[in-house]
């Protein structure tokens, strides 16, 4: 995929299109409420592992575009790294479909970016990894290296609410939860993402032996 085929381009622009939108509608709804001062909102935004898993995307999705033949450009290429970006990506709409979903009822503008970042973006993802990267064989251990993300975010945001009091999803907040039923939480959203690594790695592994 150092020179992507005409088909990965058109599905790639299409992603990233729909991706950088969502991305940057939602930093300015966030703005446009005044609940904290500008650079606490940045910092906010960027607390969000929805917010910064479709930011992989979209930055995936133009750099195999713009700059297929770069350093940049070979290194989102990888087979391995696609999947991984499928991984992290699905995990965004399973978790939020699954748990997330009941908690608001987003309405006008914030709904139609609401279903882009947690439904519609993560779909077509799964889709064009299925149709053009599935088919390359990765190693059982990958999964080590994919975990790192996940993990490190946890960290983050736990480390950054004891400073701040602030806690993106409910299931993270340990002021209400306290670290241990936090800490079972992220154990938790770990095994989902172990879960997708194990079986996206699986497909690529059949699919690229026939």
């Not at 150092?2 to 299109?17: M, R």
């Not at 088919?135 to 983050?156: D, G």
Request: proline share 5%.
């Amino acid at each position: 995929m150092t020179t992507p085929s005409f088909p990965i381009k058109v599905l790639a622009v299409f992603i990233g299109t729909l991706a950088w939108f969502a991305l940057i509608i939602q930093f300015i709804l966030m703005a446009e409420k005044n609940v904290t001062p500008l650079p606490e909102t940045i910092i906010r935004y960027f607390s969000f592992f929805t917010i910064l898993t479709n930011l992989l995307v979209a930055v995936y999705t133009t750099s195999l575009v713009l700059v297929p033949s770069t350093a940049w450009g070979r290194f989102f290429s990888r087979p391995s790294v696609g999947t991984a970006t499928t991984v992290y990506i699905v995990a965004v709409g399973v978790i939020y479909n699954a748990i997330l979903r009941a908690l608001w009822q987003p309405v006008g503008m914030q709904r139609v970016v609401d279903e882009l970042l947690h439904t519609i973006i993560p779909i077509l993802f799964l889709i064009f990894w299925a149709l053009f990267l599935a088919r390359k064989e990765l190693k059982w251990n990958a999964f080590f290296l994919w975990l790192i993300y996940p993990l490190v975010y946890c960290l983050c945001i736990i480390g950054r609410g004891y400073l701040s009091g602030f806690y993106p999803y409910p299931f993270m907040d340990v002021t209400k939860l306290g670290y241990k039923q936090v800490l079972l939480n992220s154990l938790g959203v770990t095994i989902v993402f172990l879960g997708f690594s194990v079986l996206f790695i699986n497909i690529g592994r059949l699919k690229s032996s026939k």
